[in-house]
C-alpha cells in the first residue's frame, strides 16, 4: 500500500496584544494576505474588556463565539474554562480542541500547567511560552498562527511592520 504523508514543516507566531484593536488588526492583516489560510487562535481571559460581567456565562461563551467567528470569517471551536492562576479563559480557533479536551471531567487547559503543557507539546520553546503565559496573566491577549515555515515568515514580516 502506498500512502501519501505531508511533509510540510508547520510552525507557530505567538504574539500578544493589550488592546483588541491591534489583535483585529493583525488577524485582518493575516486573513488579507494571498495565501493558503492559517490556522489561527486566541487565547485571552474573559472581563478583559471584551464582555460585559452582568450577562450570563451562557450568553458570554455565545456572543464571544459568534464575535470570534465574525473577525476570523469562519466557524470556529470556541470553549470558556477557569484557572486557577489566570482566572476564567476563552480559547477560539483551531486550538480550542486541545484547552477544551476533557481529562476526569475537566478541561486540560484549566489544569494547573494546561496551557503550558499544551504550548510546550506543540513545540513552542520554554522561554516563549513563560514569556506569552506571563502576558495573559496580565491581560493580553495571545494570537497563535500556525502555518508552513514559508508563510509564517511572510506573516512575521508583516505583523513586524504593524508593532
Known amino acids: ?35 493558503e489560510r492559517p490556522q489561527i487562535s486566541i487565547l485571552g481571559q474573559l472581563g478583559n474588556n471584551l464582555v460585559a460581567i452582568s450577562k450570563s456565562e451562557y450568553d458570554q461563551e455565545s456572543e464571544l463565539k459568534a464575535y470570534w467567528n465574525k473577525v476570523l470569517k469562519e466557524k470556529l471551536n470556541f470553549g470558556i474554562f477557569p484557572h486557577t492562576e ?8 483551531a486550538l480550542a480542541s486541545h484547552f477544551l479536551f476533557d481529562i476526569s471531567g475537566r478541561p486540560l487547559g484549566s489544569m494547573s500547567a494546561g496551557p503550558y503543557g499544551i504550548l510546550r507539546g506543540l513545540g513552542i520553546t520554554e522561554d516563549k511560552v513563560n514569556f ?9 491577549l495571545i494570537l497563535l498562527v500556525r502555518h508552513t515555515f514559508p508563510q509564517i515568515q511572510l506573516i512575521e514580516e508583516k505583523l513586524d511592520k504593524l508593532s
Open 1 to 35: 500500500m502506498n500512502t501519501r504523508v505531508n511533509n510540510a514543516a508547520y510552525n507557530f507566531i505567538l504574539r500578544d496584544y493589550e488592546h483588541l484593536k491591534m489583535l483585529r488588526k493583525a488577524i485582518e492583516i493575516i486573513l488579507e494576505e494571498d495565501m
Open 86 to 93: 489566570f482566572g476564567t479563559l476563552f480559547i477560539a480557533g
Open 132 to 140: 506569552y503565559l506571563k502576558a495573559l496573566k496580565k491581560g493580553h
